[in-house]
Nanobody, 126 residues
Framework: QVQLVESGGGSVQTGGSLRLSCKYTPTRYCMGWFRQAPGKEQEGVAGIDSDGTTSYSDSVNGRFTISRDYATNTLYLQMTNLQPEDTATYYC???????????????????????YGQGTQVTVSS
């Protein structure tokens, strides 16, 4: 079972930036970021395949960037131009399905993921 620990959350004003980090036990699995706001369903935000192919939800595309560093086993989510609707607890996750020599996943397919971290809070104030 992959272990994941998020960090980097905090409070920012509208238009600000934050970078989330997620340390994970070594794996080539696909990695992703999810978020959940109070009273709302979990939302897949971004995913990165084992070969570095990325995918994003429409709500964050162009503002958020997902990346991973195999040397340090760290997943990142660079968030820019943050808006109040981005306020949520953010979770990193691992999983994916194996095809063509790579682990693939999509953030809008939660069934692709099997392990989650404990979450880190992001609050954006107007």
């Amino acid at each position: 079972q992959v272990q994941l620990v998020e960090s980097g959350g905090g409070s920012v004003q509208t238009g600000g930036s934050l970078r989330l980090s997620c340390k994970y036990t070594p794996t080539r699995y696909c990695m992703g970021w999810f978020r959940q706001a109070p009273g709302k369903e979990q939302e897949g935000v971004a995913g990165i395949d084992s070969d570095g192919t990325t995918s994003y939800s429409d709500s964050v595309n162009g503002r958020f960037t997902i990346s991973r560093d195999y040397a340090t086993n760290t997943l990142y989510l660079q968030m820019t131009n943050l808006q109040p609707e981005d306020t949520a607890t953010y979770y990193c996750a691992s999983g994916g399905f194996y095809t063509g020599g790579q682990f693939r996943c999509k953030p809008d397919r939660p069934e692709h993921f099997g392990a989650y971290g404990q979450g880190t809070q992001v609050t954006v104030s107007s």
